[in-house]
Structure formats: structure tokens, C-alpha cells
């Protein structure tokens, strides 16, 4: 089945602790939304394509709470946060740590915007502690996945 | 019976959207911290003494969240969020939305200090979305709230 796969654009704000996130999707907010918080549809899709997602907890509910673990052959990469409020298909607020850094905390909010055609323009943005925090994320390869966990939330959303 | 007041610091952090503030107590920091998540103690404490608190949520757990209300004679204000990570005697992490700005959140951190004689430094740390939500909190009298909530937090740590 062919998928059409969008941009990302990753950018920093400038003078801000902020990076930005924007990327289209050929489905509805209603649809992009839901991928985002049905945890069976969230394990198909979040991360880089080599990782393997084990969810402990996934109550994307204002309130609610998550706690998930990435694996490869080379080790596992665990994460926690907190849903500060789940707005149904138009906004997610959360809170991101990466337990290699049990000190580092990110907030990130994430929009869904309906688009012409039924698609859906989704824009995260993560607030860092420090410009420094901001950098070090930049830099650490999220790239990656971002990019291909978008790249499977296509295919997800085209059926495939 | 007679409390020690002392002196609360409320400054920007420049550059940054972060506000931090800085208050010492006469008491360990398991009192302190035991203050923040009892939500009998809390009900006690936190805002305002014209206000009068009514909780309707106060999970201060790794992953819960809270809601509360703060009543006067003019009327109602609604506060909501979630509790990152609640690290006993250590550490809480929690976002803060005022339903008057729903769109509006902060990510706070709030560390517990040991000092010598059985005191403890509370060091809080808000982190705003932009420079001008950091100076429109600063500007909204926030230091009313502060200054006389922890004043009956130093009331109920001398078991007044």
C-alpha cells in the first residue's frame, strides 16, 4: 500500500528553551488524536523503527499518567510523564522525562489542526529547563525518531 | 504560639521564562514535604487566607493529578494539573494550569533542602511558555498568595 509521507520540520525557537514540531497527516484530527491515546495504536507507531515499545501505563486522560519502555539489542530506554490535559481531537498536554536523565523535565503540548481535505496539521512543542536542556535534546538524535515514528503513524493512518 | 516568618524570594530568572522562589522553614524536609502532598494539611495552607480551598482531587503521586478550587466573597477560582514525579522528602514535579487561562500552563518543580538544626530550604521553580506569561504571573499578585500561604505553612509546621 503506497503512503504518502510528509515533511517534519524540528526547529528551535530561537532565544526561547523551546523546539517546535510541525508535521502534516492525510487524516482528520479526529483520527491523529486517537492514535495518540489508544496505547494499541500508540506502540504501532511512537519511536524509531528498530525499537521495540513495551507499555506500563497509558491513561491519556486530563490528569492520567504514562510510562513506557523502548528496546533494541543494546539495552532499554525508559520514560515517564504525566497528562496535564487530554482535550479530545485538540490538544494534548504532557510532561516527558527520560529516566537516563531522572532530573530532566519536559513539557509538551501538542496541537491538532484541521486541515483542508480532512488532513490534519499536528504541531508539538517541548519546553525545556534551559537552553542548554533545548540543545542537548536537539542534539541527541530525537531526530530520528521523530521522523520515523511519524513515518509509521502514516502508514497506521492509510490502513496499512 | 509564636511562628518564625521568614523571608520569601520571588525573582525572574533572566533571560528565561522561569520564576523561582526561595523559602526557608523550621522544620525537616519530610514535614515540609508531608505538608505538600496530605491533602488535609494542604486544604491548611496553600494561597491566599481570604480563600478558602475546596479540593476535588489531590492525587500527589508519581503520575496523579489535582484539582481545587479557591472561593471568596467575589467568587470562584479553579485550578487544575498533574503530578510528574512526587519523590518523597526530595522532590515534586507538577504542571499548573488557572481555568481562567485554560490554554496557559507552567511546569513547577519544587526541591526539599536539608539545612542544619532540622530546617529546610523549599526551592520552587516555575516554568512558564514565554517571557511575557513569566511577567504577566509576576504582575497578577502572586506574591499575596505566597508570601501568607507559606506564613500558614510555618503556622501548621509549628503545630498552631
Redesign the interface.
Known amino acids: 500500500m503506497s503512503t504518502t509521507t510528509h515533511e517534519t520540520t524540528i526547529a528551535a525557537v530561537p ?4 523546539i517546535r514540531i510541525t508535521r502534516e497527516f492525510d487524516a482528520p484530527p479526529e483520527r491523529v488524536f486517537d492514535a495518540h491515546v489508544d496505547v494499541e495504536k500508540v506502540r504501532r507507531w511512537l519511536g524509531p523503527r528498530r525499537l521495540t515499545m513495551t507499555v506500563q ?1 497509558w ?1 491519556a486522560e ?6 513506557y519502555t523502548h528496546t533494541d539489542d543494546d539495552g532499554e530506554y525508559r520514560f ?6 487530554v482535550r479530545p481531537a485538540e ?1 494534548i ?1 504532557q ?1 516527558f ?1 527520560f529516566e537516563g536523565f531522572p ?1 530532566g ?1 519536559c ?1 509538551e ?1 501538542m496541537t491538532f489542526e484541521a486541515l483542508e481535505g480532512g488532513r490534519t496539521r499536528l504541531v508539538g ?1 517541548s ?1 525545556c ?3 542548554e536542556a533545548r540543545d542537548a535534546m536537539l542534539a541527541s538524535g530525537m531526530e530520528v525518531g521523530v521522523n520515523e515514528g511519524y513515518e509509521q503513524l502514516d502508514e497506521l493512518l492509510a490502513g496499512s
Chains 1, 2 share one sequence.
Request: hydrophobic letters at 30%; aromatic letters at 10%; zero cysteines.
Open positions: 532565544d526561547l528553551p523551546i501505563r491513561d486530563t490528569g492520567g499518567g504514562y510510562r515517564f510523564g504525566s497528562f496535564h490535559e490538544r498536554v510532561t522525562t532530573d523535565v513539557l503540548t512543542t519546553l529547563e534551559s537552553i
